[in-house]
T-cell receptor
Framework: QKEVEQNSGPLSVPEGAIASLNCTYSDRGSQSFFWYRQYSGKSPELIMSIYSNGDKEDGRFTAQLNKASQYVSLLIRDSQPSDSATYLCAEGLTTGNQFYFGTGTSLTVIP | NAGVTQTPKFQVLKTGQSMTLQCAQDMNHNSMYWYRQDPGMGLRLIYYSASEGTTDKGEVPNGYNVSRLNKREFSLRLESAAPSQTSVYFC??????????FGPGTRLTVT
């Protein structure tokens, strides 16, 4: 059963602040989780992948995975107006090639 | 590298007409995917191809057929279009079956 849940937002943060995006999922033996950014009218763009419990940092982005609590989050530090987009959380099954996406959280960074 | 390309960008069909959406990637990826994206529903997997010569159903395969023509190309066919197939269609590819890279999308309207 597909259940990748995201708060649809909109989430508004001031420029320079930390934006926190959250996602919960059903346990389907999943082992891979992804965050995509999608600008209006454009295609999803991969920004982070995480495969094990804990934090993974890449520039201003940090992904956090907690398999026991079945949630994955994305922190965006020093948020910029160019970060304004919809952020999609995706869950990948252990077998690979099967993915379930959340409906996305709309983020607006206010200058 | 062009990455993942899709044709056409826009299409309007009448109910009952057929068409093929084309997708090609130049990243030497093994896996390719077709998704549809509808408001409030998120991205849903239609079909995928884990490797050349194989195809498998995703979450919403009814009304669609696919062909993995070679390693680069993966097409999606609508045999008899219905208004419920009005959507944005994205093709994606992946080297290992995990991190996916998306094409620009095809906006299809069925009247």
């Amino acid at each position: 059963q597909k259940e990748v849940e995201q708060n649809s937002g909109p989430l508004s943060v001031p420029e320079g602040a930390i934006a926190s995006l959250n996602c919960t999922y059903s346990d389907r033996g999943s082992q891979s989780f992804f965050w995509y950014r999608q600008y209006s009218g454009k295609s999803p763009e991969l920004i982070m992948s995480i495969y094990s419990n804990g934090d993974k940092e890449d520039g201003r982005f940090t992904a956090q995975l907690n398999k026991a609590s079945q949630y994955v989050s994305l922190l965006i530090r020093d948020s910029q107006p160019s970060d304004s987009a919809t952020y999609l959380c995706a869950e990948g099954l252990t077998t690979g090639n099967q993915f379930y996406f959340g409906t996305g959280t709309s983020l607006t960074v206010i200058p | 590298n062009a990455g993942v390309t899709q044709t056409p960008k826009f299409q309007v069909l009448k109910t009952g007409q057929s068409m093929t959406l084309q997708c090609a990637q130049d990243m030497n990826h093994n896996s390719m995917y077709w998704y549809r994206q509808d408001p409030g529903m998120g991205l849903r997997l239609i079909y995928y191809s884990a490797s050349e010569g194989t195809t498998d159903k995703g979450e919403v395969p009814n009304g669609y057929n696919v062909s993995r023509l070679n390693k680069r190309e993966f097409s999606l066919r609508l045999e008899s279009a219905a208004p419920s197939q009005t959507s944005v269609y994205f093709c994606a590819s992946s080297l290992s079956g995990y991190e996916q890279y998306f094409g620009p999308g095809t906006r299809l309207t069925v009247t």
